[in-house]
């Protein structure tokens, strides 16, 4: 019989307790059969991507298997230094003393995933957690039913089930699991069931990590190689369908190249996806909820290129629209779908009040050659990162901190930065015996007061 919720977590809580996950070559053995298991099971995890939204198995290897065994590879590499006491820097005022700060796991963790990379945006927090000591219950977006019932097999397969258990479901199981009390959570998705998951932690004080979205912009000027800057806007607008959370979701062009961007982006669209409906390298619409929201974003704004769709297929084009008002349904929320509105600046103040009308942005792009405009701007903006002449990109290298600010989001993952965020660092001053300076002690003298503040003054 299958145990509920508040089963599965006692059950995780009791084997944490134990002192189960503690042993760190007990994890490394756990993340290279995890490795090994999402190496044997690749084409089973494609088919499991395409059945779900026709994601091509190029795209699946980048952004899905390629960063997740990238990940594994680098905890198996680094754990036990990571994970290691780290010794500190001591300070004359404690002396005799030697400092350390002890890496301990959180405990139990829920990991809540979102729906567009739905394997990678679940194995990659679980495999930090699990790499950092902790017990993980993972629930995958409901949304991708193959890629979560893959997930399901394999971390049952690979885990001790009080380990790590995936539990699937769509919002009312989300809602029983966010009731519960957790030492961390994780979650991916969007900003207003983020503030769902702020609030169900704050009843317990549960720390947080929360990886959400909003309104990446990308700037680019009159300096730029045109071709190769639609070339690289195509690919990461487009990839995933335009379903990605670091998408550029609009564009703010030097208005006197505006005409001759939007054609290069035409051309570079033909190129890549040719007649993008039947294209097996452009994925569809996650579903059809969905598929409506963004053809009504195509109600009453100036089409340049695509906006055809085909509702039976959740097939929308490629699509870019001119100069749509900011307050045009368009340019409210994040767009999440494969179509870029195009704005024109002819002043940096103009981009300044485009930028700064919407929340602190997850990403924020910059095509220009000027190294001046490009160091302002990234000094200007407040937002989670970004990539100077390229986008998308900066995801992909573990040495990156990722994650959010403002609306898009609380603390950052990927690589070491994910460790240390399933981490929590103890503080330990381990203080020697063999002298005891009797300064700090009642009764208190003036010339201990004295010395105390010269101790200060010298050594602090
Ligand atoms: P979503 O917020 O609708 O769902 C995410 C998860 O939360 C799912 O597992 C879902 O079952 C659960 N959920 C949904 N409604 C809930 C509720 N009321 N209470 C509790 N749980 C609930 O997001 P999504 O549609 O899966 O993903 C799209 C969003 O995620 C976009 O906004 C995108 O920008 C963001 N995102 C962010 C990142 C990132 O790394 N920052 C990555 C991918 C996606």
Known sequence: MLNTIPEIISNQKTFFKAQNTKDVSFRISLL????????????????A????????????????????????????????????????????????????????????????????????????????????GNTVVLKPSELTPNTSELLAEMVKHIFPKDMATVVQGGVEISTELLKQ????????????????VAKAAAKHLTPVTLELGGKSPCIVDDTINLKLTAKRLVWGKFFNGGQTCIAPDYLIVKSSIKND???????????????????????????????????????????AFGGDYNAEELYLAPTLIDEPPLDSEVMKDEIFGPILPILSYDTEDDIASIIQHFNKPLSLYVFSKNKRFIEDTIDKFSFGGGVINDTLIHYGNANLPFGG?????????????????????????????????????????????KLIKTLFKWFS
């Not at 009390?181 to 769902?196: L, N, R």
């Open 32 to 47: 290279k059969k995890l490795k090994q298991e999402i190496i044997s099971r690749e084409k089973d995890i494609f088919k």
């Open 49 to 132: 991507l395409h059945s779900d939204f026709k994601k091509p198995s190029f795209e699946a290897f980048l952004s899905e298997n390629g960063l997740v065994i990238a990940e594994i590879n680098l905890a198996i590499k680094n754990l036990k230094s990571w994970s290691k006491p780290e010794r500190v820097k001591s300070s004359v005022l404690l002396f005799p003393s030697k400092d350390y700060i002890y890496k301990s796991p959180y405990g139990t963790v829920l990991i809540i995933g979102p729906w567009n990379y739905p394997f990678q945006l679940a194995i990659n927090p679980l495999i930090m957690a699990i790499a950092a």
């Open 181 to 196: 009390h957790w030492d961390y959570i994780f979650f991916t998705g969007s900003v207003s069931v983020g503030k769902i």
């Open 261 to 303: 961007l939007i054609d290069a982006l035409k051309n570079e669209i033909l190129k890549a996806y040719g007649d993008a409906q039947n294209s097996a390298d452009y994925p569809k619409i996650i579903n059809h909820k969905n598929f409506i929201r963004l053809t009504q974003l195509l109600k009453d704004v100036n089409i």
């Open 405 to 449: 600010i403002g609306a898009s989001g609380i603390g950052a993952y990927h690589g070491k930065f994910g460790f240390d965020t399933f981490t929590h660092f103890k503080a330990i001053v381990k203080r020697g015996n063999w002298y005891d300076p009797p300064f700090r002690y009642a009764p208190y003298s003036k010339r201990n007061f």
